[in-house]
């Protein structure tokens, strides 16, 4: 580095960082969709000018995966030349850098001295972006087109304004267009503060400083993630963990990963994959990217900073036409935060053998959705958006833990005193549910057990979880977890159990009752 | 010579104290005596030559229920909860702290065992309907006694909205159980799990304070007030403190944050920032027109409180923070050299380099100088433990130790700008209010970083916290989950509740003698645009209409973030701060006015190549209107004020200093 000294570039890393994180703060101060402003579904980061990542603003693994790659992507459909200052374009496409419709990208081209310095990127979950439910997630989903308005790269501002007539197409074709356009105009007010505070950072530093040091954290990540693979046991590797099935119906579906660790450099080969399925589990190659840094922070190096450096000697290959590279017209609304666990599971499963004490065993890798749909109790449209947490998977040294969140999804669950006053829903019991952790060594956690009555003449459902048919997975001898179950009780007695990938009406005096996995065990019991 | 009012701070090495009487004002820190707090006290009290007898007041901060929460030292609780939610405890919400340590839990232990855990046969609804009445009552009572626990917390669902159940079983068990923690009590709030590991948390650490508290008051003169520093930064009784314990658990970072803003309100600052640099920590808050926010979403130990507190960012870098080299680049902590051995230059067994001994190479900190008159400094040591890490830097030490101090203030400006960037305040514009031991010798350093040109070093910064004690006023805050809806708005309820929380915090103020009439009430709605979940607060003065709510509610979310949307909304709760004014002053009164002479000049670094002749000052000598222009030293006892070139250090008439960077 020309410019710096080995103190400067901590210091550019903090204030850089501090620059990702104040988007962050712009977006859920400014947002007017609660899953923006309070659950934070968003991410933000700086990108240099090829749009390798530099900062990001909260380290969320799958937005790393995602951010990593959207602007190299956008350069690819938007030359450069075609950039000027104030411009903040927008995207959603999952073959560009992206992973479902609902994440929109602002991305907003930053020039210092006459020339282009790099890119404000802000990724945000737009709570609908149309298509044939509210709320954009269809768990029944057979083309893209049911997931919603797919949005190529799009110069919605100039430095002159908005572009009034591209937004309207826009707003026309998503459901409560007032609090999007809120939500869009948050992403570009955040895109707007980091363009400032980059340009002071480079007026007190210099810009060539600035650049040198971007350069150089990404440096230092991929040397952080050559050390982490160095540690790892040499040679080639398979492991494959499959989905309960392919949406719809049908069979479990494979994925499959072939891990070839050579010195300081790993490929993560899953051409052997199954093809691209019917319904909505479908991912992308930069979802598959982002579970792959996951595994290799997880097993090898939590202190690697997030950046497009850990990607360098890292390679990532997917079979275009398989559920992990699949034609556009795919849906793949649940891939995101489905199949990515998926893929973890098979990564953690191909290490098993060779490293057992470093990794735990399966846990409840699904984000173990309900989601409840109706008139509130005010009268208003309401959606309870209800993740569920199960069993964790023991390891070498302890037993897993209880009801808590595995791997790539880190949400809370929403409190039954909330639940009540907001939803006609009454939530008659929430316990653990005893004995699902599998046997060994050391337990598997528990997983829990909530049961819903539906108060309301008539409410949507939509079951969007897995682990159902294909449960948590024991490490070095120990048992699995007990598997998802979800049975649906209506007051005249009888009883129906629900899949996991379901959209369906539930009526007055219905009692839903999810019990979420145990984890798997570690080693032989005494 | 009675009615002094005395604020003591016992931290884990030193007591600080501070003591004021009309205009005269006193202080002192001495070595903490770790099983003796009564003894620590009575050798501060001699140490500014006051005996137990000349107290009015005395108002104390204490970390034993910071540190009872934080080790774990918790009396086991048996907890009575809803039928069918007895898991609540430990389902938690399910999400981790950690992504990506595999081995670290993913969140605590449950704080009360399976075995603990007894279900209660009722049901309220979250609107305080009864669904089932409390059944089995005696069997429930039987079962929670027969666990043998000395502490029981009663959490059932829906309290918040209807106590009744809580309140049947106290009644049953009161006299039957030493301590007993009810969860309308502690947290009149939705939100089971938080609500229920506070009330636990505050069974649990109940037989500690009451017994910490009624020794403090035995051997104390009946003649003297005694009140313990909250959370909030008010003061509260000790009778409150013994049956809320909770309310302490931030009582002495509080305790600076206290003094901050009173000094803020003192001096006419509007917007400060204060920076409280410790030997491991350092804490930050947002001060705005003298008061320092309050939020009740702060955790200790991972655990949610749910009391109302000072909101503080903490982040892990102090004076005893190593500095480490990685890849790439230098850094500082989180990994600290505590109180023990300390940094290197404290000559007490420190091998690695710290945060401290880069002052002590770049020549700020004073080598005939005793801190504290026990511990002497030596730079050179300080020197040998950087010159390996130099050496691989292929740089000088003295340029290492100016990075060090760089990467320092990079870090610590992460946290000014993340606690001012989220409420929408430029942080730039405000003063930098610097105390605790390291305080003052980084703030110009920090605040040129950041953007900021003004920094004050307030009078008695380094018995800040036992300063905040005396500054405090009485003050007990709660709030209480309401749900009402703009619509056909109920004044009535509203007022109803209004009155029955103030009647409720004023009761141990009224139980000390003040006049109902001298109490100050500051009230709170709690209001949203219904579907969001969390609530803007919206200052009341006295009963409100619906209609004057919504108005308000609408101009203060526009103030914040930028828009109004006309939607339907609804008061989520309300809440209520009571305080008493003190009658106490908190700045010492100014020296004679002679222009400061310096007690040595040494060479210090401020930038690589050559050192600077720098003037040492004793603080004391400072007064108004001598301007000192550094680059120049400030000392006393404790603390070590460092003013770099470019900037000029004003003392004021109550000793505090003002340092201004000249912008050029």
């Given at each position: 580095m020309?410019?710096?000294?080995?103190?400067?570039?901590?210091?550019?890393?903090?204030?850089?960082?501090?620059?990702?994180e104040?988007m962050s703060?712009?977006?859920?101060?400014?947002?007017?969709?609660?899953?923006?402003?309070?659950a934070?579904?968003?991410?933000?980061?700086?990108?240099?000018?090829?749009?390798?990542?530099?900062?990001?603003?909260?380290?969320?693994?799958?937005?790393?995966?995602?951010?990593?790659?959207?602007?190299?992507?956008?350069?690819?459909?938007?030359?450069?030349?075609?950039?000027?200052?104030?411009?903040?374009?927008?995207?959603?496409?999952?073959?560009?850098?992206?992973?479902?419709?609902?994440?929109?990208?602002?991305?907003?081209?930053?020039?210092?001295?006459?020339?282009?310095?790099?890119?404000?990127?802000s990724?945000?979950?737009?709570?609908?972006?149309?298509?044939?439910?509210?709320?954009?997630?269809?768990?029944?989903?057979?083309?893209?087109?049911?997931?919603?308005?797919?949005?190529?790269?799009?110069?919605?501002?100039?430095?002159?304004?908005?572009?009034?007539?591209k937004?309207?197409?826009?707003?026309?074709?998503?459901?409560?267009?007032a609090?999007?356009?809120?939500d869009?105009?948050?992403?570009v007010?955040?895109?707007?503060?980091?363009?400032?505070?980059?340009?002071?950072?480079?007026?007190?530093?210099?810009?060539?400083?600035?650049?040198?040091?971007?350069?150089a954290?990404?440096?230092?990540?991929?040397?952080?993630?050559?050390?982490?693979?160095?540690?790892?046991?040499q040679?080639?590797?398979?492991?494959?963990?499959?989905?309960?099935?392919?949406?719809?119906?049908?069979?479990?579906?494979?994925?499959?990963?072939?891990?070839?660790?050579?010195?300081?450099?790993?490929?993560?080969?899953?051409?052997?994959?199954?093809?691209?399925?019917?319904?909505?589990?479908?991912?992308?190659?930069?979802?598959?990217?982002?579970?792959?840094?996951?595994?290799?922070?997880?097993?090898?190096?939590?202190?690697?900073?997030?950046?497009?450096?850990?990607?360098?000697?890292?390679?990532?290959?997917?079979?275009?036409?398989?559920?992990l590279?699949?034609?556009?017209?795919?849906?793949?609304?649940?891939?995101?935060?489905?199949?990515?666990?998926?893929l973890?599971?098979?990564?953690?499963?191909?290490?098993?053998?060779?490293?057992?004490?470093?990794?735990?065993?399966?846990?409840?890798?699904?984000?173990?959705?309900?989601?409840?749909?109706?008139?509130?109790?005010?009268?208003?449209?309401?959606?309870?958006?209800?993740?569920?947490?199960?069993?964790?998977?023991?390891?070498?040294?302890?037993?897993?833990?209880?009801?808590?969140?595995?791997?790539?999804?880190?949400?809370?669950?929403?409190?039954?005193?909330?639940?009540?006053?907001?939803?006609?829903?009454?939530?008659?019991?929430?316990?653990?549910?005893?004995?699902?952790?599998?046997?060994?060594?050391?337990?598997?956690?528990?997983?829990?057990?909530?049961?819903?009555?539906?108060?309301?003449?008539?409410?949507?459902?939509?079951?969007?979880?897995?682990?159902?048919?294909?449960?948590?997975?024991?490490l070095?001898?120990?048992?699995?977890?007990?598997p998802?179950?979800?049975?649906?009780?209506?007051?005249?007695?009888?009883?129906?159990?629900?899949?996991?990938?379901?959209?369906?009406?539930?009526?007055?005096?219905?009692?839903?009752?999810?019990?979420?996995?145990?984890?798997?065990?570690?080693?032989?019991?005494? | 010579?009675?009615?002094?009012?005395?604020?003591?701070?016992?931290?884990?090495?030193?007591?600080?104290?501070?003591?004021?009487?009309?205009?005269?004002?006193?202080?002192?820190?001495?070595?903490?005596?770790?099983?003796?707090?009564?003894?620590?006290?009575?050798?501060?009290?001699?140490?500014?030559?006051?005996?137990?007898?000349?107290?009015?007041?005395?108002?104390?901060?204490?970390?034993?229920?910071?540190?009872?929460?934080?080790?774990?030292?918790?009396?086991?609780?048996?907890?009575?909860?809803?039928?069918?939610?007895?898991?609540?405890?430990?389902?938690?919400r399910?999400?981790?702290?950690?992504?990506?340590?595999?081995?670290?839990?993913?969140?605590?232990?449950?704080?009360v065992?399976?075995?603990?855990?007894?279900?209660?046969?009722?049901?309220?609804?979250?609107?305080?309907?009864?669904?089932?009445?409390?059944?089995?009552?005696?069997?429930?009572?039987?079962?929670?006694?027969?666990?043998?626990?000395?502490?029981?917390?009663?959490?059932?669902?829906?309290?918040?909205?209807?106590?009744?159940?809580?309140?049947?079983?106290?009644?049953?068990?009161?006299?039957?159980?030493?301590?007993?923690?009810?969860?309308?009590?502690?947290?009149?709030?939705?939100r089971?799990?938080?609500?229920?590991?506070?009330?636990v948390?505050?069974?649990?650490?109940?037989?500690?304070?009451?017994?910490?508290?009624?020794k403090?008051?035995?051997?104390?003169?009946?003649?003297?007030?005694?009140?313990?520093?909250?959370?909030?930064?008010?003061?509260?009784?000790?009778?409150?403190?013994?049956?809320?314990?909770?309310?302490?658990?931030?009582?002495?970072?509080?305790?600076?944050?206290?003094?901050?803003?009173?000094?803020?309100?003192?001096?006419?600052?509007?917007?400060?920032?204060?920076?409280d640099?410790?030997?491991?920590?350092?804490?930050?808050?947002?001060?705005?027109?003298?008061?320092?926010?309050?939020?009740?979403?702060?955790?200790?130990?991972?655990?949610?409180?749910?009391?109302?507190?000072?909101?503080?960012?903490?982040?892990?870098?102090?004076?005893?923070?190593?500095?480490?080299?990685?890849?790439?680049?230098?850094?500082?902590?989180?990994?600290?050299a505590?109180?023990?051995?300390?940094?290197?230059?404290?000559?007490?067994?420190?091998?690695?380099?710290?945060?401290?001994?880069?002052?002590?190479?770049?020549?700020?900190?004073?080598?005939?100088?005793?801190?504290?008159?026990?511990?002497?400094?030596?730079?050179?040591?300080?020197?040998?433990?950087f010159?390996?890490?130099?050496?691989?830097?292929?740089?000088?030490?003295?340029?290492l130790?100016?990075?060090?101090?760089?990467?320092?203030?990079?870090?610590?400006?992460?946290?000014?700008?993340?606690?001012?960037?989220?409420?929408?305040?430029?942080?730039?514009?405000?003063?930098?209010?610097?105390?605790?031991?390291?305080?003052?010798?980084?703030?110009?350093?920090?605040?040129?970083?950041?953007?900021?040109?003004?920094?004050?070093?307030?009078?008695?910064?380094?018995?800040?916290?036992?300063?905040?004690?005396?500054a405090?006023?009485?003050?007990?805050?709660?709030?209480?989950?309401?749900?009402?809806?703009?619509?056909?708005?109920d004044?009535?309820r509203?007022?109803?509740?209004?009155?029955?929380l103030?009647?409720?915090?004023?009761?141990?103020?009224?139980?000390?003698?003040?006049?109902?009439?001298?109490?100050?009430?500051?009230?709170?709605?709690?209001v949203?645009?219904?579907?969001?979940?969390?609530?803007v607060?919206?200052?009341?003065?006295?009963?409100?209409?619906?209609?004057?709510?919504?108005?308000?509610?609408?101009?203060?979310?526009?103030?914040?973030?930028?828009?109004?949307?006309?939607?339907?909304?609804?008061?989520?709760?309300?809440?209520?701060?009571?305080?008493?004014?003190?009658?106490?002053?908190?700045?010492?009164?100014?020296?004679?006015?002679?222009?400061?002479?310096?007690?040595?000049?040494?060479?210090?670094?401020?930038?690589?190549?050559?050192?600077?002749?720098?003037?040492?000052?004793?603080?004391?000598?400072?007064?108004?209107?001598?301007?000192?222009?550094?680059?120049?030293?400030?000392?006393?006892?404790?603390?070590?004020?460092?003013?770099?070139?470019?900037?000029?250090?004003?003392?004021d008439?109550?000793?505090?200093?003002?340092?201004?960077?000249?912008?050029?």
């Amino acid at each position: 580095m020309s410019h710096t000294d080995p103190f400067q570039l901590e210091v550019l890393r903090h204030a850089l960082t501090a620059i990702a994180e104040e988007m962050s703060f712009v977006v859920m101060r400014s947002a007017r969709s609660p899953l923006l402003r309070e659950a934070g579904d968003l991410s933000s980061a700086l990108t240099d000018a090829t749009g390798a990542l530099v900062a990001q603003g909260r380290d969320i693994p799958v937005h790393l995966g995602v951010m990593s790659f959207t602007v190299g992507a956008f350069l690819g459909r938007v030359p450069a030349e075609r950039l000027r200052p104030g411009d903040v374009w927008f995207t959603n496409l999952p073959e560009l850098g992206g992973n479902h419709l609902p994440d929109v990208k602002a991305i907003h081209p930053i020039f210092a001295e006459g020339r282009l310095l790099g890119f404000a990127v802000s990724l945000a979950h737009w709570a609908d972006i149309g298509g044939a439910w509210p709320g954009s997630y269809v768990a029944a989903a057979t083309e893209s087109f049911q997931e919603g308005l797919r949005l190529p790269p799009l110069r919605l501002f100039t430095a002159d304004g908005p572009d009034a007539e591209k937004i309207a197409v826009i707003m026309h074709n998503v459901r409560g267009p007032a609090e999007r356009e809120g939500d869009m105009l948050a992403q570009v007010a955040a895109t707007a503060a980091a363009e400032q505070r980059l340009l002071a950072l480079c007026a007190t530093h210099g810009t060539g400083t600035v650049e040198a040091a971007m350069a150089a954290l990404h440096d230092r990540s991929e040397a952080a993630m050559r050390a982490a693979i160095a540690s790892l046991p040499q040679g080639e590797f398979t492991g494959e963990d499959f989905l309960d099935d392919d949406g719809p119906g049908g069979a479990p579906a494979a994925v499959r990963v072939r891990i070839a660790v050579g010195g300081d450099h790993a490929t993560f080969d899953f051409s052997a994959s199954d093809d691209a399925l019917a319904g909505p589990l479908n991912t992308t190659p930069y979802v598959t990217a982002a579970a792959v840094y996951y595994a290799m922070k997880a097993i090898a190096g939590p202190e690697i900073q997030p950046n497009g450096g850990c990607y360098r000697p890292l390679t990532v290959i997917t079979r275009p036409g398989s559920l992990l590279d699949p034609p556009a017209t795919r849906p793949l609304v649940g891939g995101n935060h489905e199949t990515s666990q998926r893929l973890v599971d098979a990564i953690f499963r191909a290490f098993a053998a060779a490293i057992p004490e470093r990794l735990s065993a399966g846990g409840s890798t699904t984000a173990g959705l309900l989601i409840f749909g109706g008139a509130g109790r005010d009268g208003a449209w309401k959606t309870l958006y209800e993740p569920h947490g199960g069993g964790e998977g023991a390891r070498h040294d302890r037993a897993g833990v209880a009801s808590a969140r595995v791997h790539l999804t880190n949400t809370n669950n929403t409190p039954t005193e909330i639940i009540e006053a907001e939803f006609p829903i009454r939530v008659i019991r929430h316990s653990l549910r005893r004995g699902s952790g599998g046997t060994g060594l050391h337990r598997g956690g528990e997983g829990a057990e909530r049961e819903y009555e539906v108060l309301a003449p008539e409410l949507s459902l939509t079951t969007m979880f897995e682990r159902r048919v294909i449960p948590p997975w024991g490490l070095a001898g120990g048992g699995p977890g007990a598997p998802y179950r979800c049975d649906l009780h209506h007051p005249d007695g009888t009883t129906e159990e629900l899949r996991g990938k379901a959209n369906l009406m539930v009526r007055q005096g219905d009692r839903v009752v999810l019990a979420t996995s145990g984890g798997g065990g570690y080693g032989e019991p005494d | 010579m009675a009615g002094w009012q005395v604020g003591i701070d016992i931290g884990g090495t030193f007591t600080d104290i501070v003591a004021s009487l009309g205009a005269e004002f006193r202080t002192a820190k001495v070595p903490s005596r770790a099983a003796d707090p009564v003894g620590s006290i009575t050798a501060a009290l001699a140490a500014i030559g006051l005996a137990p007898g000349d107290i009015g007041d005395l108002v104390h901060g204490t970390t034993r229920v910071t540190n009872a929460i934080v080790e774990g030292r918790l009396e086991p609780v048996t907890l009575l909860a809803t039928e069918g939610f007895e898991d609540i405890v430990e389902i938690g919400r399910q999400s981790r702290k950690d992504l990506y340590r595999l081995e670290v839990p993913p969140k605590p232990a449950p704080l009360v065992p399976r075995e603990r855990r007894i279900a209660v046969a009722e049901r309220m609804a979250h609107d305080g309907e009864v669904l089932r009445p409390l059944e089995a009552l005696e069997a429930a009572v039987d079962a929670a006694l027969a666990t043998g626990s000395r502490s029981i917390a009663i959490a059932l669902l829906h309290s918040y909205a209807n106590p009744a159940h809580e309140a049947m079983l106290a009644e049953r068990l009161r006299g039957r159980v030493p301590y007993l923690s009810l969860s309308h009590q502690v947290n009149p709030e939705a939100r089971e799990y938080e609500r229920t590991v506070a009330t636990v948390l505050n069974a649990a650490v109940m037989p500690l304070a009451a017994e910490y508290l009624a020794k403090l008051r035995a051997e104390l003169p009946a003649t003297t007030r005694l009140h313990v520093m909250h959370s909030a930064g008010g003061m509260a009784s000790p009778e409150a403190a013994a049956a809320r314990p909770l309310l302490m658990a931030l009582s002495g970072p509080a305790a600076g944050v206290a003094a901050a803003a009173a000094v803020a309100r003192e001096t006419g600052e509007a917007a400060v920032l204060s920076f409280d640099m410790g030997g491991t920590t350092t804490d930050v808050a947002l001060i705005l027109d003298g008061r320092a926010e309050i939020t009740a979403d702060a955790r200790l130990a991972d655990q949610p409180l749910r009391q109302p507190m000072v909101a503080i960012e903490s982040i892990g870098a102090g004076g005893g923070s190593i500095v480490q080299h990685g890849p790439g680049g230098v850094s500082v902590g989180p990994r600290s050299a505590g109180a023990e051995p300390g940094p290197a230059c404290y000559g007490r067994g420190g091998t690695e380099p710290t945060v401290c001994d880069a002052n002590a190479v770049l020549g700020y900190l004073n080598p005939r100088r005793k801190l504290g008159g026990t511990i002497t400094l030596d730079a050179g040591r300080a020197a040998a433990v950087f010159a390996p890490l130099a050496e691989r830097l292929g740089v000088p030490v003295v340029e290492l130790a100016l990075g060090v101090l760089r990467v320092a203030d990079a870090t610590m400006a992460r946290a000014l700008n993340k606690i001012t960037v989220e409420r929408g305040v430029d942080g730039r514009g405000a003063t930098l209010l610097a105390f605790g031991g390291m305080g003052p010798m980084h703030a110009a350093g920090l605040a040129a970083t950041y953007g900021m040109t003004r920094v004050l070093v307030p009078a008695a910064s380094s018995a800040f916290s036992a300063l905040g004690c005396v500054a405090a006023e009485m003050r007990y805050t709660q709030q209480r989950t309401l749900r009402l809806a703009g619509e056909n708005f109920d004044a009535a309820r509203l007022a109803t509740a209004r009155t029955a929380l103030i009647d409720e915090l004023a009761a141990p103020m009224l139980a000390q003698g003040i006049a109902r009439a001298a109490l100050a009430i500051e009230e709170t709605a709690l209001v949203r645009y219904r579907g969001q979940s969390y609530a803007v607060d919206v200052p009341l003065a006295g009963p409100a209409t619906g209609a004057g709510l919504g108005a308000a509610f609408e101009e203060r979310h526009r103030a914040l973030f930028g828009f109004a949307s006309g939607e339907a909304w609804e008061v989520l709760g309300l809440r209520i701060g009571i305080s008493a004014p003190r009658a106490s002053r908190i700045a010492t009164p100014p020296p004679a006015a002679a222009p400061p002479v310096p007690t040595a000049t040494d060479p210090c670094w401020f930038a690589p190549g050559a050192p600077l002749p720098t003037p040492r000052y004793e603080r004391a000598t400072l007064a108004p209107p001598h301007r000192i222009a550094g680059p120049a030293i400030i000392e006393d006892d404790w603390s070590t004020i460092v003013v770099p070139p470019g900037w000029v250090a004003a003392p004021d008439a109550a000793g505090h200093i003002l340092m201004l960077r000249e912008v050029t």
